[in-house]
Structure formats: C-alpha cells, structure tokens
C-alpha cells in the first residue's frame, strides 16, 4: 500500500502545484500585472487550469483511489492517510463529473462576462449583461444536472463550496434566522444614527498601512510566511503553507476600509498560516469550507476586531498615530462610529446586523433564477421590489443594485452567497466554545493578547485544514451542529448595549 | 496544411504558457517572496518544468513537425510560417535529445549546488562545492554526449544559447580580440586613474529610482507593457510580449551600480517589447540568442548610457536630483568617472575595456575543464595564475575568485560566458550599422531623443524575435558577419580620446 500512497500523493502534489501557480498567476494579475499583460494571462491562467484538470480527472487517479479504499477502511476515520484518502476520492468524484469541454466553456464565458461586467457596472447598463447572465444560468444548471438525483438544482452548486449543505438546510437556518434580524434591525433603526464623522477626516495611506500592519501581527499572521499588497478587491490566497498573502485597500476619507479589510484577510490568513504543515501539498492544505473560512475572516474581523475591548488597548495606539484626527475623538464615539447600524445599499460595506439580509436576499433570487420561477430579464425588477420590502428603501440604480456583486458575472449562479452568512454564524458557535474552554480570552484581548484565541483555534479548527467537512468540525469544536442561536445572542447583547433597545430580542 | 499549422500553433503556445507561469514564480521568488515559499516554490517550478519537457518532447509534436516538412519548404525562407516551423523543430530536436530523467537530475542538482553556494562564497569555501562542481562536470559532459557528432566538447553546450557558435569561432574571434585588447588596457592602466569620488557619495534610493524610470522611459521602455522591480541580481523577464519586466538594485554608496543595472535590464527590454507582436505565444517571441541579447543590453547601458552625448542631455538633470552631491562637479570629471577602466577583481563591476579579459579567462577555463586538461581540484589555482597574467593581481581569496560568478554551481559548466563578450562586439556592429544608416543618432541622442535608434534597432533586430539565427541577423542588418572591428574601432576611439593614449592601438 506504501507505493500506492506515494503515487497518490505525487499525483495530488503535480495538481497542488499547478494550482498554486495559478494562484500566483492570479495574485499578480491583481497586485502587479501591467495593463499589457492581461490578455495573455487570461490565457494562461486557462491552461494551467486545463492541464489542472485533466491531471484531476485522469482515470489513472480514480483506479488508484479504488485500489486504497480497502486499505482506508482500516485506517481510523480522522488519521491523517484515511483523510487524505477520502478527501481526495471525494474531490476526484466531483471534478470526473464535469466534462472537461464543459470547464473550458465556463472559464471562457466567465472571462467574457466578467469583462463587460466591469464596463456594465460602472455605466448602469443591466441590459448588456442580461443575455450573458441568461448564458450563466443555462451553464449553472447544466453544472448541476452532472450531478443527477440532487434534491434541489442549486444543491450541487453549494455543495462545491460549502460540502454537505443543501437548500434544505440552508433555508431552515436562514429563515429562522430573519425571523430575529427583522425586528433587531427595525429597534435599532428607530433610534438616531450613531455619528461616524470621526472615520471619514482625511487618513494618510502610509499611516493606516502601519497600523493595520501592527494590528495583524499581533493576531498572529506570520510576515515570515506572507506578505501584504494592495488590490482592488481585497482577498487572501496561498501558494504553499509557507506562503499565505493578503491583499487590503485604503480609502484616505474612510478609515474603517483599509482596517476592517486588513483584519478581515489576516483572519482568511490565520486558518491557512496554521494549517497542519504535514499537510503541505496536499488537498488537506485548505479549509474546511467556504462557510468555515469566512467564519475564521469574521471573527478576526468583526468578533475581535469591532468589540470594546480590542479597542481598549489598541485605540490609544491609533490616537497616537492620527493625534489630529482622533486626539478628541473618544473611546465610546470610536466604537459606535465602527458597529454602525444603517440600512444601506451595497453588501460590503453593510454593518454585522443588516449584512446577513442582503446575503438572504441574494440567496432566495439565486433559488428563483435557478428554478426557473424569475426570468433574467425580471430580475432588477425583482432585487427592487425585495430591496424595498427587506431595507425599506429602493435602490436608485442597477449600478448599486442588481449588478454590484461580480459573482453572477463572474461565475455562476448559486453555491457562493450562502458561504457568507454561514460564516458569520459559525464564528460566533465557535468563539462562544473558545470563550467557554478559555474564559481569559476576553481580558486578553482587551490587553492586546491574542495567543489563546488563536492556539484554541487553530488545535479545534485551522490544524484541520480540510480534513472534516463544517459539520464534523462544529461538532469536535463545539459539540454541537451548526445553530443560529450563538449568533443571536451575541448581536443581541453587543447591539442591545450598544443602542441601549428596549425590546431586546430574544435569542431563544 | 491550415488544420497541421493550427494544431502546432497549440502545442506550442501550451508550451509557451508554461515556460512563462514558470517565469513568474521565478520572477516572484526573486523579488516579492517571504522566506516561507521557498521551499514550496523550488517544487512548484521543478513540476511546471518538467510538464513543459513532456510537452516539448511529445512524440506527436515531431510528427507534427514532420508532416510540415514539405509544406515550409514551399514558403519562403524569412515568412513567419516557415520560420515558426524551422525554429520550432529546431527546438524540439535539441529537447527530444535530452531526457527527462537527465532534465529532473540537473534540475535537483542545480538547485542543491546553487543553495551550496548561496553560503559557500560568503565563507570562501571552495572544499564544500568541490563534489558538486565534480558533478556538474559530469552532467555537462554527459549534456554533450545526447548531442553525437560534435566538434568539441562544449559546442552542444554553446549551441544551446548561441545557436550556430562553436568553440573554433569563438575562440578565433577572442584570440583576436585578445591581441588588441591587453595592450590597450596596458597603455591605460599606465595612466593616471581616473578619479571617481562623486560616485561615492550618498545617494538616496528613490531619487535614483526615480532618476532610472525617467531615463528608461526616454529609452523607450513601455511601462504599460512592463515594470520594474528590486532584487539581489537584476534581470529582465517576460511572460507574454505585453508583460515584459525588469528588476535593478541600487547602493546608497555607488551612484553606478543601480543606474547602469537600470539602463543595462532596459536593453533587454527594448528588445522583447518589440518583437513582431503577431510571434506572441511562439517561439518566436524571444531574442536571436544570448549573444545578441547581450548586445541589446550592452548597447544600451554603454554605447548609449556611457557616452559622452547622453549625458550632455542627462547630466544636468541628474545635477538638479543631487546639487549637493554633483553641484559642483563637472560633465567632464562625471563622464571619466562613469568610465574609469582598472584592473579589478570582479567581472560583474568591470568597465568595458578589461570585461572581455574577464569572460575570457572563464571561457577557457571552461574548455579546460570539460577537455579533460584541468581538474576541479586544481581549478582555483589555475584561476589565480590566470588572474595574475591578465590582471597582474592575485585574487585574495576564491569568494572574488572562483566563486565569484553563479553560473558554474547554479547551472552547467560552458555555454553562457561566451554570450557576454559576443554581446558587446554585436552591440558595436549593430551601433555602426545605426550611425551608418542614420547618421543623425548622435544628435538625437545628445538631445535626449532615442527613437531613432530604437526604431533602426526595432526594424533590423528586435521586431524579428527568434526567426534569425545571430549570423543571418547580423548579415541582414549590417551586411556582415560577426566581427570585433567595430568594438575594437569604438574602444579605441573612446577610450583613446578619455585617456589621451600616445600609442593608439589601431583596429585594423
């Protein structure tokens, strides 16, 4: 059986490192690349990718496979081989599903799409973009019919990005979940807006660098093994276990931009930095989930990085960088100015309370288009009408409705938008078992300490990698299956203290 | 014939694709890379190279090129057609006598020899890369075995970046150049030395950045098709005609060594970013060879760069950067300066008269130890007396002495030295050809204006690319073949002129 491990793990090391090139080939493009280098990248990119997945598909790999599924059953479950195993069966299954005519289709009509979405957006033109969305959804259902018996159409869509969730489920958490957002958003909107002026003076771009530099470095993210630049889109990738990049922004009038971004990335960064280095190359090297990688970015983010006590210790720390700016700006102004509450237009920019509606939102129409009850050229009608119903005001433009998230024209329709708000719930599941094992981590974080947090994470969750699927880990990590209920209770308490809300809402 | 060209256009730009995601890692690795991607990143290029081996030797690829045998002899010699056949078997005869096996085998033992050296030339430790060296020898010989039929023992090593070069030629055009050139530097070394303190000066970085953008600019070099970066050991790399990078480094305490690396790397560029963009993808899309790319960079960084006309526009610019430090030193002191020729112990810092010594001696070297005549263990003593008798000093120890240069431990022994001072006869064959052609280039240059001779350039050298071996090119653009009487006639009149020399060493 030796030999057939170690061909299996060769295999799978030629198809991570034509992945990681890729990775690098797509960092650059975003970072560095001239503008003259982008059509060749483009091609190049898609033949990696090609040559990617044929080494994924190639039949040699699935006997292979076969001939050690003896061998796994003796292996205990959670041992590192038997996962491997598993892991790499289940990956090979999923891709031989999809033709790989099909891969080179979908890579040429995202490219497609993706570029006229970036002229489309900015011109407010839905009209350019309806007939290659149509093409979109013909292709995202053609994804999932290689995957026949599923319950429902967007089921093998999600199933690529957040494996063993289905619509089922997701509606289950999802409209439990709304039923509590409503209300709180309603209570807090009926109270005066928190004042955020204090953000939006004028921040020099080398200034906030520094800071949020110093800030992740404190959580943790090793520079030894990444490293930071600047993007359009921030995002986090990795071409090696030693080698884990983010990437963040700055806006000069809008401090909370290049911050939030940088913590949010450091939080992508700190599952990947802490992955099992055993693990190096293989398809275990990698999260869990879409769901349980943004758990990890959020809690860094919003958990960590918008409480009270972050703040208590690193707020003097900003003042004495921005002295002009922030030297008469108080502590509570600060941090009501950063957990501002407003119903607003774009997803990104949304606050922890509404965000998750603009996500539900996103995933009812994804369900609609997929199952044929909303027509494309309905849909700007159909994102108003829900925009106006759930926020209470009516987009003025495409611009900042229909066409602001690149997922759509990017990709495909369905599998993506779910991942955020499981994230969200997820990180609060797992900080509230991190704070039960460990009741110092608030005071630590308070003292600018982050040691315990992240070592709790990183034995119950990052080593992992993608050893367990969400739901095997939430239960080694939490003992329990994913629930809204740690999400509830702490956005009740935090913004329940916060605009002080007579009618707390329960989280019961 | 359509449907054959059109599937060996495919093979090759699959082809292509690699070898350029390859370029960027190593791009990456030697510019922005954190310590923790080493490891990683070795593996990663070793797996994309040897997946473009398979490619380059696929057996269908020569039957490919086999079937358009008949068809490129009915197209004309010069067409792009016949030439992307004729260049394209070229290369898959020269790959297909190597075997994979032999490729991986250097790869690892390139790589384990260059991290020796990494550490051994700082601690002048020959012994350590004795056995390595040995080995290298071994390879080398072994490279010329997969090539039967060869004249000497390096010509297949030499053929392999100077196509059409052997050791005969070679050595009877350095003999030659040899009898004028020692005199000469005798008869300036006899001279008082010229006084470069202003180089020596402080110098801040970003201001000679700054300084080296606007003169490459001015050059030519297309920063929307490019850019530029710092590293260790500068170099110009490409990953499509429209993404063509360069790399300098600067010192604080040497106003040459970034500025000249900036015009030097720039060079190389003007070169690549234009070639015919129709050879995109092909392997056509690079230089004739690497002697004629070396002329590019040579002539531009000292036909050019170090000319007095140049800096009659420039200096008084680069004055306005540094008053403090140039204020108040003269065109005249700077310009003797920028070239001072002395008998010194490093090859990469030597000025234009004694480098060719330098090249020289390692090329015959390099033909002594793979004759036979020489062994490794010998081999620092032999440096040392054939230092002393071009030089007339003795290096102090191997780290400026054998160890100095890369290439021996990174890579093969023989091939690559000879480029260099090919390079610079080219560089003075072609800059006559210019002047002969467009007698206007010195004004121009004087007046800061480069066009001229970049277009002559880009007409007669660079828009061809690969499709010309570097005798029919120089035979195209000059009317000749390779000679030394042009370099010789420019060094004597420079350096005549610089050094005011009694006895003019005549060319003829």
Tied chains: 1, 2.
Aim: aromatic residues 10%; glycine residues 6%.
């Amino acid at each position: 059986m030796d030999t057939k491990v170690r061909a299996l793990k060769s295999r799978l090391l030629e198809i991570n490192d034509l992945e990681s090139a890729n990775a690098l080939l797509g960092w650059d493009q975003s970072t560095y690349m001239p503008p003259g280098g982008a059509p060749a990248r483009a091609r190049q990119m898609a033949t990696l990718g090609k040559i990617a997945h044929e080494r994924k598909t190639d039949p040699e790999l699935g006997r292979l496979l076969d001939d050690l599924k003896a061998y796994e059953q003796i292996l205990a479950y959670d041992s590192d081989e038997a996962s491997l195993i598993r892991v790499a069966r289940r990956d090979y299954e999923r891709e031989a599903h999809v033709p790989a005519a099909f891969v080179e289709q979908l890579h040429h009509h995202g490219a497609t799409s993706y570029a006229a979405w970036t002229r489309a957006r900015p011109a407010n033109d839905f009209a350019t973009m309806e007939p290659l969305l149509e093409q979109t959804l013909v292709l995202s259902r053609q994804y999932a019919s290689f995957f026949p018996g599923y319950e429902h159409v967007a089921d093998p869509l999600i199933e690529r990005s957040d494996e063993g969730m289905t619509v089922t489920k997701i509606k289950a958490l999802f409209s439990a979940l709304r039923q509590k957002l409503v209300p709180l958003v309603q209570a807090i909107c009926s109270q005066p807006a928190a004042d955020d002026a204090c953000l939006h003076q004028t921040y020099s771009e080398e200034a906030q660098a520094a800071f949020g530099v110093a800030a992740i470095k404190r959580y943790g993210y090793d520079f030894e093994r990444g490293r930071q630049d600047k993007t359009h889109h921030p995002f986090m990738t990795k071409f090696s276990l030693g080698d884990v990049r983010i990437t963040t922004r700055f806006k000069t009038n809008d401090l909370g931009e290049g911050l939030f971004s940088t913590l949010h990335e450091a939080g992508h960064a700190l599952y990947e930095q802490n992955i099992d280095q055993n693990f190096e190359g293989t398809p275990l090297a990698g999260g869990a989930s879409s769901g349980v990688h943004e758990s990890s970015s959020r809690l860094w983010e919003n958990l960590v990085g918008r409480s009270l006590g972050f703040w208590e210790h690193a707020y003097p720390k900003l003042q004495a960088v921005f002295p002009a700016q922030l030297g008469a700006v108080s502590l509570d102004t600060f941090y009501r100015a950063i957990n501002k509450v407003q119903r607003s237009l774009i997803r990104t920019d949304a606050d922890e309370v509404t965000y998750n509606l603009h996500v539900m939102m996103r995933f009812d129409l994804e369900l609609d288009l997929l199952e044929g009850k909303l027509a494309i050229n309905d849909l700007p009608e159909a994102w108003r009408q829900r925009f106006k119903q759930d926020f209470g005001i009516t987009p003025p433009d495409d611009r900042d409705g229909v066409l602001q998230d690149v997922h759509w024209y990017a990709f495909l329709v369905g599998g993506v938008f779910q991942g955020y708000t499981l994230g969200n719930l997820i990180s609060a599941q797992l900080f509230e078992a991190a704070l039960a094992a460990r009741p110092e981590v608030p005071t630590d974080i308070a003292r600018g300490q982050f040691d315990t947090l992240r070592l709790w994470l990183s034995e119950h969750v990052y080593r992992h990698g993608h050893k367990f699927t969400t739901g095997e880990l939430l239960e080694r990590a939490t003992g329990k299956p994913l629930t809204i209920e740690p999400y509830l209770t702490y956005l009740n308490k935090k913004y329940g203290t916060l605009y002080a809300l007579e009618l707390r809402v329960d989280a019961e």
